[in-house]
């Protein structure tokens, strides 16, 4: 059974370019118990170097990363000082030893060499310059590279008037951020701030794991554009960051996509995949769906963003297309009808495909409507990729009564459809 919508795919296909690189810390393993680390050994032979070698070197290294690289000798320099004193002795030297030294604690990073995928999608902050019925829109994209770890990219675009969608090309070259540890929490369980203010456009903006918690990816992220009581407005994200023994969620906050802030969530809901926050608050708290135990779609609420623990059960499977688990596809799209919900169900043979349903305004917990039968199922020219059989998606975008619904393939790229909310509404029961 298909639901009665006219879908329409259009032609945009995003897929990974393994010439994308970034440069990012890089820390050479020290399992040994030696009278000096190996950092420390690293940065003796540089300043044993004599001045012809080093001026050498040095150019050589310069010279290989600035054709894809800006303001390399900035963040060489950079990444020294965030070595000098902590892995190795600090001590007088010149420029040029200083900034070799910091190319030895950096690395390329190849970040969407393998896939790029499961995008959500938000209305661009800056809206200047767009027409009546036109929308500019921010998507974050899943990129995937060397040993399968998971990093955070992005890219614009534009909707027009008559539904035509456009997509910014990304620019060759993707910046180091300045990175810096916030204040508070335990040692070992830290946030940081990432500063990325001298991009040139969001394409150049990849965000990689950088703590221990997240050091196996950093996955999924659901954008949402959320307004406060006050009126401002924010964009916050939750995705699954990955470490060597577990997961747990974390939360993207960004007023400005230029700097980021990445924290941890707490309470024993954090500790699941699929958490996505409703775009403000209902009756003074904050939202959240949820799959708490593992199969069902359930709701949460919390007076404190950076805590949620138990909740209520609100969908759960009931179509053989969705027997196996159910979850968001993203953040609810408030409507004039009620919460607009993307869901993926899992069903035979591990089929990821993606239906939706209608929550109450007033009362998310009560679930208007729902699709018997998938809007999105994998078939003979979208089934094929890295995890065959899985259509995904962390987010779509309404706008007018237009369903903008970007989708992964195959864990492998990323594609769009549209459709109409109004035969969307009308096929649920």
Not at 130 to 157: K, Q
Not at 301 to 324: A, F, M, N, Q, Y
Not at 373 to 393: C, F, I, K, M
């Amino acid at each position: 059974m298909v639901p009665d919508i006219a879908i329409s795919h259009l032609p945009i296909v995003l897929r990974a370019d393994p010439a994308r690189v970034v440069l990012r810390p890089f820390t050479p393993a020290d399992d040994r118990t030696p009278s000096i680390s190996r950092a420390q050994c690293l940065a003796n032979r540089v300043l044993a170097l004599d001045a012809a070698d080093l001026a050498t070197e040095l150019e050589r290294v310069i010279a290989s990363l600035s054709d894809r690289h800006s303001h390399v000798e900035e963040v060489l320099l950079r990444r020294f000082h965030e070595v000098d004193g902590t892995m190795i002795a600090s001590q007088p030297m010149s420029h040029g030893q200083r900034v070799l030294i910091g190319a030895f604690f950096c690395e390329e990073y190849s970040f969407e060499a393998a896939a790029l995928f499961n995008p959500s999608m938000v209305a661009h902050p800056d809206q200047s310059d767009v027409d009546p019925g036109a929308l500019r829109f921010v998507l974050s994209l899943r990129g995937v590279g060397e040993g399968h770890i998971s990093s955070i990219t992005f890219r614009t675009g534009m909707i027009l008037a008559d539904g035509t969608i456009s997509i910014d090309p990304a620019n060759t070259e993707a910046i180091s951020p300045s990175i810096e540890t916030l204040p508070g929490g335990a040692p070992e369980d830290v946030g940081v701030r990432l500063s990325c203010r001298q991009a040139r456009d969001l394409s150049e903006i990849v965000i990689f794991p950088i703590t221990v918690r997240q050091s196996h990816g950093i996955e999924d992220l659901r954008l949402v554009r959320f307004v406060a009581e006050d009126g401002t407005t924010h964009y916050l994200g939750t995705y699954t960051a990955c470490s060597s023994t577990d997961i747990r969620v974390e939360l993207l906050r960004t007023d400005d996509f230029s700097t980021f802030e990445l924290t941890p969530l707490h309470g024993a809901a954090a500790a699941d995949k699929g958490m996505a926050l409703f775009p403000r608050r209902i009756d003074g708290r904050m939202a959240m769906l949820a799959r708490l135990d593992h199969e069902s779609l359930w709701l949460l609420r919390s007076d404190d963003i950076d805590c949620w623990d138990t909740g209520t059960k609100i969908l759960s499977p009931k179509w053989v297309w969705e027997w196996v688990q159910m979850g968001n596809c993203g953040s609810p799209i408030e409507i004039d009808e009620g919460w607009l919900v993307l869901v993926h169900g899992v069903g035979p043979v591990r089929n990821y495909c993606i239906g939706a349903c209608l929550l109450d305004k007033d009362d998310p917990a009560i679930v208007l409507r729902r699709l018997a039968a998938p809007l999105l199922r994998p078939g003979v020219l979208e089934r094929d990729g890295y995890v065959p059989n899985v259509l995904y998606s962390c987010g779509g975008l309404v706008n007018g009564r237009t369903l903008i619904l970007p989708y992964a393939v195959a864990d492998s790229f990323t594609t769009f459809a549209t459709l109409s909310v109004d035969q969307l509404l009308a096929a649920m029961e």
